[in-house]
């Protein structure tokens, strides 16, 4: 990919996709990340589900 495409390419991204970060405690996000891999699922699968849950979808 020749970096003007790829430039392009994350600039169309950044119209459609947002950043969600949190700080929180190494015990909890590995627990967090050993349970979900548990279920098959990314975090951001998880936190979609979540973020749905919470409006109502």
Do not use: C, H
């Amino acid at each position: 990919m020749s970096p003007k495409s790829r430039a392009e390419y994350y600039r169309k991204r950044r119209e459609t996709i947002g950043q969600f970060s949190v700080p929180m405690s190494r015990e909890k996000l590995k627990a967090l990340t050993e349970k979900l891999k548990k279920q098959n699922k990314t975090k951001t699968q998880w936190l979609n589900e979540k973020i749905d849950e919470e409006l109502g979808q």
